[in-house]
């Protein structure tokens, strides 16, 4: 009882703290730039955190640690990607967003080409990509409090979710992007702690050995020196072999069409801050999925993996429990409960700047552009964006639901294989293409997001995945239902290059005349920044 009462505060203590700092923060929201950009008003380390506080998810934090612990090598190739992706969002992305756009990925659209079909296009799809981003936090906030409160029951678990999809509205609607930013920072600073924190316990444990570590994992997994090279989880067939290929496609591609990351770069007063920015959350996130590789096999070298749940997600929670003196010791629940909260911190924060994103793309996009035509007033949109949080937050709460028998990682991964299908294309056509159009545009984005779910829904995520060993039906559907003619489980082989030739395609075969002077002007304000605090309309 005693360690559920300190998880107890220590949860509560946590959900307070980021409580308090929207509340404060909401004093100083006025205007829609102040909602959607806090005030433009962060300086590059400050986005930097919170760009790290936005990246590092649950998703990373449990999902990622799960999945190494459990397939060794093969795991660690999902840090790999989210690092290696950031290089994509700093050399293409990030300053010339900030220097061609406001407050959403739509405006930079819009500039040169028809305003309202392609607003909506693009709302679509941030709406979509940050329901499956938000599917593996609600996922993660889930298993995590059952975890602490040593229960398994499936109606605790969803009373949770639907606790942390209140408190994600409630962040969006009262502090807006300042709020939310500093939800991010505070956050990704506990996170950085709390991992420091277990990484040098279990590194005392092999004597700041890696190499002896990596051995007893090795030994410990029941794989031997399989566990430490490529295959294990992504060798054998040709099927797992490109679906090895597709995630890091995705992964590596999808971070610089995440909505709710490119928003992040409209919060700083110019494109160098943006840029430093991304500088910034590099070597943040680089350090820590340093720490997600001695987590994992941590896990796998000092705990009994078969124990674990069969996605992983518990493997760092479980981690901390045992470098803190094992289950049933003070140590063990004192550092048990303390990275639970820091992780619900991470949940937290993260499904905070997502929901803002859609809500914002929703409100922005398609309330004020598209059906009001540019002319509703600030204080609407804001009204909107917080209507639309409710409705956003509601059906990530239901989807989540059916969803807890899945790694968050892995989760995760798909919703960087929609960003990467239906985003990424479009932005990068339109920076660099003169001749791409609104028929293009719109190809890209319905095709690459058409393509990207459509193969996701007839794959074995949705149906006729079961484990060899025992049975379980792994996917999302009855264990009775197959639909799968698509053999990849991530389906970004396919659907990004076809997001590029929709796009491509779209545009050939449109006799909409390529608005060439707004090219140009777009051209010379994503590379100086000339210009780019105009409101964006025509």
Do not use: C
Not at 112 to 125: C, E, H, I
Not at 140 to 165: E, P, R, S, Y
């Amino acid at each position: 009882m005693n360690d559920q009462v300190l998880t107890t505060v220590l949860f509560l203590s946590v959900v307070a703290l980021t409580i308090f700092i929207t509340i404060r923060a909401s004093r100083s929201t006025e205007g829609t730039s102040d909602f959607y950009a806090g005030g433009r008003s962060f300086s590059p380390i400050q986005n930097g955190l919170a760009i790290g506080g936005d990246y590092m998810s649950a998703a990373s934090f449990l999902g990622i640690s799960g999945i190494i612990a459990l397939s060794g090598y093969d795991g660690f190739l999902y840090s790999i990607g989210f690092l290696v992706a950031w290089l994509v969002a700093l050399l293409l992305v990030a300053e010339m967003l900030r220097n061609s756009g406001r407050y959403t990925m739509a405006d930079q659209l819009a500039f040169r080409m028809r305003r309202r079909p392609v607003r909506l296009a693009a709302a679509t799809s941030t709406v979509v990509v940050s329901i499956f981003y938000l599917l593996a936090q609600m996922v993660g906030a889930g298993t995590l409090v059952a975890l602490l409160l040593g229960v398994d029951n499936q109606a605790i678990k969803n009373i949770v979710i639907f606790g942390v999809g209140a408190l994600m509205i409630f962040y969006v609607t009262v502090g807006g992007m300042k709020g939310t930013t500093w939800v991010q920072i505070i956050k990704a600073v506990l996170l950085m702690v709390g991992s420091a924190l277990i990484v040098v316990l279990v590194l005392a444990q092999f004597s700041f050995n890696i190499s002896d570590l990596l051995g007893q994992a090795a030994t410990n997994s029941g794989a031997g020196s399989a566990f430490l090279e490529p295959g294990l989880k992504y060798g054998g067939s040709l099927t797992s072999k490109l679906d090895f290929v597709s995630l890091g496609l995705a992964l590596v591609l999808g971070t610089a069409g995440l909505p709710h990351i490119l928003i992040r770069f409209y919060t700083v007063p110019t494109a160098r801050d943006a840029r430093k920015s991304v500088l910034w959350a590099i070597g943040l996130i680089g350090v820590f999925y340093l720490f997600t590789l001695i987590l994992g096999f941590g896990a796998a070298a000092l705990l009994d993996t078969s124990t674990l749940d069969p996605a992983g997600n518990l493997a760092a929670p479980r981690l901390a429990e045992e470098v803190g003196g094992g289950a049933g010791t003070t140590g063990g629940a004192i550092l048990l409960a303390l990275i639970a909260a820091v992780a619900f911190a991470t949940i937290l924060a993260v499904v905070a700047g997502l929901t803002l994103t859609s809500s914002a793309s929703v409100a922005h996009d398609v309330y004020n552009n598209v059906f009001k035509k540019g002319m509703a007033t600030e204080k609407e949109e804001i009204r909107v964006t917080r209507i639309a949080a409710a409705g956003i937050g509601l059906v990530a709460i239901l989807l989540a639901i059916p969803a807890q028998n899945l790694n968050i990682a892995f989760l995760v991964a798909l919703a960087f294989a929609v960003a990467a299908s239906a985003n990424l294309p479009t932005i990068l056509l339109n920076i660099f293409w003169r001749r791409f159009n609104t028929r293009g545009a719109l190809w890209s984005i319905y095709g690459g997001l058409i393509a990207s779910i459509g193969l996701v829904i007839f794959s074995p995520v949705m149906s006729g995945k079961t484990d060899p060993a025992s049975g379980e039906n792994l996917s999302l559907l009855p264990a009775g239902i197959d639909i799968s003619w698509f053999p990849l489980e991530n389906p970004g082989l396919v659907s990004i290059p076809l997001g590029f030739l929709f796009g491509i395609i779209g545009a050939l075969s449109s006799r909409e005349p390529a608005a060439e002077d707004r090219y140009t002007e777009l051209e010379v304000r994503a590379l100086t920044g000339a210009g780019s605090e105009k409101a964006i309309s025509h």
